[in-house]
């Protein structure tokens, strides 16, 4: 089983709709992530959390929120989805301690299309 | 953190070494280059990391400059598993992962 699990994989909603985006995490990593990759663009950072009660914003938090439920779970909400939030997620986790390498853990992707 | 400038894309030979190049000139002291890649559209994956001197692991070897305005990513033998797009990426390890991931280079590895 992935280490990080992203549900779902693939979803089509209409513009206006409320679209969350699932992460889990079973690598005990303090820190987590939302990016978003646009065809053939690089990831761009949407929110990131540090911890339970720490929520930050990344450079594209607009028209987005997230939820830390846990240190496994961070959510993504798109409260309206429009159709230029079309794009593959990304959900990401670090560790922090230890030998730190400055790693980043990714899932495997959600796939979002706003018709 | 400091921008990167890479080729939009290159090719490789199967079972030879692949070079990707890097530019950082605006990087500061403190700062670390990163490199991941991503195959067709999966998660990125981390390759390998520095801050000055060079680095080599079971996948990759890092080369950076003296100066640090420039690095090198290896791939000694290049197989086609290795096509995918490679990111350089710079970033203070205070920043606390919050890595920025530019366009890349597209790598190309053929028979």
């Known amino acids: 089983d992935a280490d990080v699990t992203q549900t779902p994989r693939n979803r089509i909603t209409k513009t206006g709709k409320r679209i969350m985006l699932e992460c889990s995490q079973t690598k005990g990593h303090d820190r987590m992530y939302w990016y978003r990759q646009d065809p053939g663009l690089g990831l761009r950072l949407i929110y990131y959390?540090?911890?339970?009660?720490?929520?930050n914003k990344g450079e594209i938090s607009d028209g987005y929120s997230v939820s830390r439920q846990a240190q496994a779970k961070f959510s993504l909400s798109l409260e309206s989805a429009i159709p230029n939030q079309t794009a593959l997620y990304f959900c990401?986790?670090?560790?922090?301690?230890?030998?730190?390498?400055?790693?980043?853990?990714f899932g495997e992707g959600s796939r979002l299309t706003v018709l | 953190d400091a921008k990167t400038t890479q080729p939009p894309s290159m090719d490789c030979a199967e079972g030879r070494a692949a070079n990707l190049p890097c530019n950082h000139s605006t990087i500061s002291g403190n700062e670390y280059v990163y490199w991941y890649r991503q195959i067709h559209s999966q998660g990125p994956q981390y390759i390998i990391h520095?801050?000055?001197n060079n680095e080599t692991n079971e996948m990759a070897s890092l080369i950076i400059t003296e100066d640090r305005k420039s690095s090198t990513l290896i791939l000694p033998h290049a197989t086609l598993r290795d096509t995918a797009v490679y990111y350089c990426?710079?970033?203070?390890?205070?920043?606390?992962?919050?890595?920025?991931f530019g366009g890349g280079t597209r790598v190309l590895v053929k028979p």
């Open positions: 990401a986790t670090s560790d922090p301690g230890g030998p730190y390498t400055g790693e980043l853990f």
């Open positions: 959390s540090f911890d339970v009660k720490d929520i």
């Open positions: 990426i710079v970033s203070l390890k205070a920043a606390g992962n919050k890595l920025t």
């Open positions: 520095g801050l000055k």
